[in-house]
């Protein structure tokens, strides 16, 4: 079946703008994880929405990153005022479910994001 | 905190020979360990996983990884190495009570010669 999609696949923007990132979890999944990808601080993790509870947000680097899941399906993450260290690949994972750690997540294709 | 190390950022080892890739880890609670597999421009993509019972446990492509408690490691293995094997592996632990987020080693490229 299929897996998760993220879009864009590669996004570059410019210092100062907004981005906005999807991903589509594998359908039924009720956990949806976003992480980020990058040289200097390896794989970290964002952000973990399940179901309809309050999302788990400790990963988040600062307040210009904020993301959304709509109707228990699609997400978005958006990153306001773009700086370079932004710059990464964002990974989006689901995992089927309810609240236990012990479910294997699957990970999308991440969105390679490159600020200039 | 949780945490993971991977002591080795580069295995090298020769098509046929058993191949090994170490992990240890450190949790308040009791672990659930997972293997994961990145090639270029690629995701993630799950191997294995240990949450409880038989320490030795068997995962995808005849990879297997040995859970133990007392020297907090899972290290993963496999008897006979193909040059596709030649990957980034990836360590990540989370545990009960902690949330259901991943906490990744940094990895370890996974080189496998003729």
């Known amino acids: 079946g299929a897996g998760v999609s993220q879009s864009p696949s590669n996004k570059v923007t410019e210092k100062g703008k907004d981005v906005e990132l999807r991903c589509d979890p594998i359908s039924g999944h009720t956990a949806l994880y976003w992480y980020r990808q990058s040289l200097g601080q390896g794989l970290e993790f964002l952000i973990y929405f399940q179901g309809n509870s309050a999302p788990d947000k400790s990963g988040l680097p600062s307040d210009r990153f904020s993301a959304e899941r709509t109707g228990g399906s699609v997400s978005t993450l958006t990153i306001q005022r773009t700086q370079q260290e932004d710059s990464a690949v964002y990974l989006c994972?689901?995992?089927?479910?309810?609240?236990?750690?012990?479910?294997?997540?699957?990970f999308g294709p991440g969105t390679r994001l490159t600020v200039t | 905190a949780q945490s993971v190390a991977q002591p080795e950022d580069q295995v090298n080892v020769a098509e046929g020979n058993p191949l090994t890739v170490k992990c240890t880890y450190s949790?308040?609670?009791?672990?659930?360990l997972f293997w994961y597999v990145q090639y270029p421009n690629r995701g993630l993509q799950f191997l294995l996983k240990y949450i409880t019972g038989d320490n030795l446990v068997k995962g995808s492509y005849g990879f297997e990884a040995e859970f133990n408690k007392s020297q907090t490691s899972f290290h993963l293995k496999k008897p006979s190495a193909l040059v596709s094997d030649s990957a980034l592996y990836f360590c990540a632990v989370s545990f009960t009570g902690g949330g259901n987020k991943l906490t990744f080693g940094t990895g370890t490229q996974l080189k496998v010669e003729l």
């Open positions: 994972a689901s995992s089927s479910g309810p609240t236990r750690s012990s479910y294997e997540q699957y």
């Open positions: 949790v308040s609670g009791n672990p659930y």
